[in-house]
């Protein structure tokens, strides 16, 4: 499952991927997507388009995780 919440000047409010995608093109807000149980490929697809590293989207489909908090500058991974 895919979830995704955009914060704006409106508030934040969960939205579709590709609403969530236009925002982050469009410099407009943060995003946040949570992943669960998704394949590498739906992730690659889901999240390429923010600029996710593809190491990045290999880790999030391992099953086995440490807490942890990446800062990648243009976004932060957190498990």
Not at 25 to 43: M, S
Not at 44 to 72: C, T
Request: proline content about 4%; charged content about 25%.
């Amino acid at each position: 499952m895919i979830r995704c919440w955009l914060a704006d000047e409106s508030g934040a409010r969960e939205v579709r991927l590709a609403e969530a995608q236009e925002a982050v093109r469009a410099g407009r807000g943060n995003v946040w997507v949570d992943l669960q149980d998704e394949g590498e490929q739906t992730v690659s697809e889901a999240l390429v388009p923010f600029g996710v590293h593809p190491l990045v989207i290999e880790d999030m489909v391992q099953h086995v995780h440490r807490p942890k908090l990446d800062n990648y500058g243009a976004y932060v991974y957190v498990v």
